[in-house]
């Protein structure tokens, strides 16, 4: 992990932004105290992806409530 000031953080943006798209993370102090971290999105959550399947399996299995047939008028009121 890296650690910048504020003032460095910056000036050197865009070359911190190429650091942390390349998988390091930076730590940015404010008067040598740290008030945010920069680091890389993770693309994939395996956790996220698992609950979405089970959403989606479980609304296949789910009986439709409501009527079939609407229009899009019916949406907004008149």
């Known amino acids: 992990m890296k650690t910048v000031s504020a003032a460095t953080a910056n000036r050197r943006f865009s070359s ?6 390349s998988g390091e993370v930076v730590t ?3 008067r040598g105290k740290p008030v945010a971290t920069m ?3 993770r ?3 395996p956790g996220r992806a ?6 989606l399996e479980r609304l296949e299995r789910q009986a ?3 009527s079939d047939e609407w229009v ?7």
């Open 64 to 66: 439709a409530t409501g």
């Open 39 to 41: 680091a890389p999105v």
């Open 43 to 45: 693309r994939t959550n």
């Open 28 to 30: 940015v102090l404010s």
């Open 16 to 21: 911190l932004l190429r650091e942390v798209s």
């Open 72 to 78: 899009r008028e019916a949406l907004y009121d008149g």
């Open 50 to 55: 698992a609950a979405r399947r089970a959403l």
